[in-house]
């Protein structure tokens, strides 16, 4: 886990320095070149290094020693996020995407588990979700969201 922080921690440094680029520019063609860049390069490699630190979170916590009103807090949050991306035209986003949320919302309908349990299963698949191209919003939510289940599962490994 220490070693995709150190290489999540500096691809989000090279996803700040392009945005900042980015803000600073004109619109021109090298505004244009610098999002493609970013698209193409560096979020892949984000969500790839999120999903891979997702899947070890998975396999080493245990959800019990999450606080239940935190969980809750997120899972509710994730809830949220799941049915506002859920009433958008379904041509929208890919097939792919569609079905992760499923998945997401099938794993947080589970009758039985805690909310941390619930949100321990989802960890996997919320970077996944996150690396299909949405409203700038949306993402960022999902993203906070991660962020925040991330350190919940994190400080109990």
């Known amino acids: ?6 290489i999540l921690e500096i691809e989000y440094e090279k996803l700040s320095d392009f945005q900042s ?7 021109s063609p090298t505004k244009t070149a610098l999002k493609q860049r970013i698209k193409r390069e560096i979020i892949p490699d984000i969500r790839k290094y999120e999903a891979e630190y997702g899947e070890i979170l998975f396999k080493s916590s245990d959800a019990s ?10 899972l509710a949050e994730i809830v949220q996020v799941v049915e506002h991306i859920e009433v958008l035209p379904a041509e929208t986003y890919p097939s792919e995407m569609l079905e992760l949320l499923r998945e997401i919302k099938q794993k947080l309908d589970e009758p039985g588990k805690t909310a941390a349990a619930k949100l321990k ?7 996944m979700l996150a690396s299909y191209e949405m409203e700038m919003d949306t993402e960022a939510t999902l993203v906070r969201v991660w962020q925040r ?5 994190r400080d109990r490994v």
């Open 149 to 153: 289940v991330k350190s919940l599962f």
């Open 1 to 6: 886990l220490n070693y995709l922080e150190k």
């Open 65 to 74: 020693l999450v606080p239940q009103n935190e969980a809750e807090e997120t």
């Open 21 to 27: 680029e980015i803000s600073m520019l004109a619109p």
């Open 121 to 127: 299963v989802a960890l996997p698949i919320i970077p």
